[in-house]
C-alpha cells in the first residue's frame, strides 16, 4: 500500500499524541527516539520522497494520461522541487559571501 502524505501527516498527529503520554523519566528516552522518527518524516528529503512515489504512482502510472501530459506533470514537480531547493541554496550562498 502506498504511503500517502496525509497518512504521514496522520502518523505525526499519533506521535505526538504518544509522546505527550510519556512522561516517566524511564520513558525518555523512547520520547527522544520517537521524535527523531518525527523529524525525519518532516524533512524535505522525505517529503520530496513523497511526492515522487505520488507522482509516479499518479502520473507516470496512468494510462489514460498522455505523454504530453506526463512531460508537462513531470516539470511542474520538477519546477516545484527546484523553487524549494534553490532559495535556502541561495541565501547560503549569500551568507557566504557576506563572511569572505
Not at 32 to 43: G, P, T
Not at 61 to 70: D, G, R
Not at 86 to 92: I, K, M, T, Y
Amino acid at each position: 500500500m502506498p504511503v500517502k502524505k496525509k497518512d504521514t501527516d496522520r502518523a505525526l498527529v499519533l506521535l505526538e499524541e504518544y509522546c505527550k503520554k510519556l512522561r516517566k523519566p524511564e520513558e525518555q528516552q523512547l520520547k527522544k527516539a520517537i521524535r527523531k522518527v518525527m523529524s525525519i518524516f518532516k524533512s524535505s528529503l522525505f517529503q520530496a520522497l513523497l511526492d515522487i512515489q505520488e507522482f509516479y504512482e499518479v502520473t507516470l502510472l496512468n494510462s489514460q494520461k498522455s505523454y504530453e501530459q506526463k512531460i508537462e506533470e513531470a516539470n511542474q514537480v520538477a519546477e516545484k522541487w527546484e523553487k524549494t531547493t534553490s532559495a535556502p541554496d541561495h541565501e547560503n550562498l549569500q551568507k557566504n559571501q557576506e563572511v569572505i
